[in-house]
C-alpha cells in the first residue's frame, strides 16, 4: 500500500469518524455492578475490627464491620447494640463496611461485645440471617 493510500484512509476515518464505532448505551455495565463488589452469594459478616476476643484496644476505637455485600444503611441504625455501658456509637455506611465511632472514651480494662441483629440487610435484599457477636477489651 502506498503512502497517499494511506493517507487517504487515515484521513476518511479521522474526517467520517468511521475507524470508531458508536458508542452504545450498557445496561448490562448498570446491572453488574452490585455483583461485581461482592465478595460471596451470602450475605455474611466477613471480618471485624477489632477483631473477635481482640485485648488493649484503644479507649477510642475505630470499630469496622465488613460485610460480603453491599450494605443497606438504612437497615443498620436500629439493629446493632453495643454491650457493657457503651457510649453512644456514631455510624456511617461505605459499600461493605460499617464505621462505628464511640462518642466518648470507653472504660478501662473493659470487654465490650457488639451484636448485629438478623435483620441487617445487603442493598440484593439479604438479611444477615442470625444475630454476629464479637467482642474486644480495652486496656
Given amino acids: 500500500m502506498g503512502r497517499h493510500s494511506l493517507k487517504l484512509i487515515l484521513s476518511c476515518c479521522v474526517f467520517f469518524g468511521a475507524c470508531l464505532p458508536e458508542p ?8 453488574v455492578v452490585p455483583y461485581l463488589t461482592q465478595t460471596s452469594d451470602q450475605f455474611l459478616v466477613e471480618s471485624t475490627f477489632p477483631s473477635n476476643g481482640q485485648t488493649f484496644v484503644s ?3 475505630t470499630i469496622s464491620i465488613t460485610f460480603t ?3 443497606e444503611s438504612s437497615s443498620i441504625t436500629a439493629n446493632i447494640n453495643c454491650a457493657s455501658s457503651c457510649p453512644t456509637l456514631n455510624g456511617s455506611t461505605n459499600l461493605r463496611t460499617v464505621t462505628l465511632l464511640p462518642a466518648t472514651n470507653l472504660n478501662n480494662a473493659t470487654t465490650y461485645t457488639i451484636t448485629l441483629d438478623a435483620n441487617i440487610k445487603s442493598t440484593l435484599g439479604f438479611n444477615l440471617g442470625s444475630d454476629y457477636n464479637f467482642s474486644f477489651s480495652t486496656e
Fill in 24 to 31: 452504545e448505551p450498557n445496561v448490562l455495565g448498570i446491572l
Fill in 69 to 71: 455485600q453491599l450494605v
Fill in 59 to 61: 479507649l477510642l476505637p
